[in-house]
Nanobody, 125 residues
Framework: QVQLVESGGGSVQSGGSLTLSCATS????????MGWFRQAPGNEREGVAG???????SYADSVKGRFTISRDNAKNTLYLQMTNLKPEDTAKYYC???????????????????WGQGTQVTVSS
């Protein structure tokens, strides 16, 4: 069983920055593909960024150039650096884990097996 715990959410003004963290249990973190997803009220869950075990990354068009996903395999932790935040980035952010997700599928919820409880990000204008 893999447990994922997100942290780092909060409230910021438009143009601000936040860094989310996702701490994972287990000792095979380096083998997992990881993703960040978000869901706003009334909206479907959408992929924001993903990274596989080879550190290949994928980003949603809406966050390219503003968000950076990274992983620290020594700390079993996934990160999402978010800059130039916009009100439309407001959502609950979730991290997810799965084995061997194709790069083309990193932003799709279906391949992911494990999910965290989420952390709220609110951006005010």
């Amino acid at each position: 069983q893999v447990q994922l715990v997100e942290s780092g959410g909060g409230s910021v003004q438009s143009g601000g920055s936040l860094t989310l963290s996702c701490a994972t249990s287990g000792n095979i973190f380096s083998s997992w593909s990881m993703g960040w997803f978000r869901q706003a009220p009334g909206n479907e869950r959408e992929g924001v960024a993903g990274i596989n075990s080879q550190s290949n990354t994928s980003y949603a068009d809406s966050v390219k150039g503003r968000f950076t996903i990274s992983r620290d395999n020594a700390k079993n932790t996934l990160y999402l650096q978010m800059t130039n935040l916009k009100p439309e980035d407001t959502a609950k952010y979730y991290c997810a884990a799965a084995l061997a997700v194709l790069r083309s599928s990193l932003l799709r919820p279906l391949p992911y097996t494990y999910w965290g409880q989420g952390t709220q990000v609110t951006v005010s204008s």
